[in-house]
């Protein structure tokens, strides 16, 4: 559909299907009927249960705070939509403009967006991940599954992992008081996503509160008995620990597979779009009819040398999908770029964490607020002498400040002095990032593509 005529029969009574009953599925749905679209909205999600929030699995729910069911995102508007729930998407044929089902059913769209997110990548070993007691954390069924385990009081629990949800499942598990070891390949907790400077703040943090912290180490095998029970993990240093539940902790993969022979610019590392979040075809050429939102999602960011940045983050997936939503009914003078800027947040063994910007870009860091040793500080991240991420521990009020200096491309360091004269040293150090090329556990954004040299811009969202 071309042209302000065609853009209004869309609105009044085109066809929209969003595959991916998510946060940035629902907020797009929302968005749309908000602008005005009356046309038909399909939602088609692979799990039975309409849109519900993901961050309470790991926390509220593994505390008994809350039940899995007791999730559902709120929501701003009815959709009068149609519902097809529990039924995957397997293929898409642009041509056409349909959506096959897993049922055989094909849905006709006008316009598509695909919001189908991330899932938790499962145990390598297929025998061993179908042990009794093994668990991913990723759906609402894994976090009624495992709140129910942890609530027989298992002996211990073994966390594979020390990302972000890896150290919030066991600071979940200390807080029941149960017995956690956490195993991490790389050198402390977090590195992937803060690096080693802060890793280390964090993994004094876990051996404080109770946890067997094991870094630098893989598990290799999972032992069952014969029931087909989980009852050890053995080590790549020789040990084992013996354990009653597992939780794999390994990071996510993107949902993309049922685009395979699509003709769509989807792989591995999520489906590639334009600042306007219209998908790429496999050619590199921008579609016009289909669009991508969320943890799928792999968009150029003018703030960040234009990198292609794959964000795993709750208000990621909610500023795209409502981008997304506005620039399918409009024409190409009115649509926006997506602009947000990245931020995430966690909750663990007390500690408020919060982040903006892109730390793993950071090649150096200053803590500019604050103290490691207190654990309350800021810690701000330089790449190629400018401010490009920051990160909180119990500080969170300074980090809208740091948000400036990064839209701002205020140089590296920040060349004043602070509130706060108690840090130590001020002197930027190594922010010690694992190499990239060796895979670790959590970061919450992927870098994913041409890395240009960086230009010194303003940067201001839209409204």
Known sequence: MNGDASLEQLRREGRVVIV?????????????REKGFAGSLTMIGDEPYEPYDRPPLSKQVLLGMAGADRTALPRRRALDA???????????DMAAGRVRLADGDEVPYDRLLIATGVRARPWPHAAEAELDGVFVLRTRDDGAALARRLAERPKRVLVIGAGFTGSEIASACRERG????????????????????????????????????RCGVMVTALEGDATGRVRAAHLSDGSSVETDVVIVSLGATRNTEWLAGSGLGAGP??????????????RGIVTDDIYVAGDVARSP???FGYQFLSLEHWGNAVSQAETAAHNMLSASSDRLPHLWMPAFWSSQFGVNIKSVGVPTLGTEIVVSQGSLADRRF?????????????????HA?????????????????????????????????????PDPSVPTHGPTVTLSGYSPADRRMTFTPAH
């Open 178 to 213: 149960l017995a956690v070891t956490v195993a991490e390949r790389a050198a402390a907790p977090l590195v992937g996503a803060l690096g080693g400077v802060v890793g280390a703040v964090a993994a004094e943090l876990q051996r404080e509160h109770g946890v067997d912290l």
């Open 301 to 303: 960011h003018a703030l």
């Open 82 to 92: 149609t519902w097809r729930l529990g039924v995957p998407a397997t293929g898409l």
């Open 20 to 32: 991916g009953a998510s946060l940035a599925g629902l907020r797009a749905a929302e968005t749309l």
């Open 269 to 282: 590392r999520g489906i590639a779009c334009d600042a306007g979040c219209r998908a790429f075809d496999i």
């Open 378 to 394: 800021v810690g701000v991240y330089g790449y190629q002498g400018r401010v490009i991420g920051a990160v909180a521990f119990d």
């Open 397 to 433: 009020r300074w980090l809208p400040f740091y948000q400036e200096l990064i839209e701002t491309t205020v140089p590296f360091p920040p060349p004043f002095p602070t509130v706060d004269r108690r840090p130590e040293g001020r002197r930027p150090v190594d922010a010690d990032f």
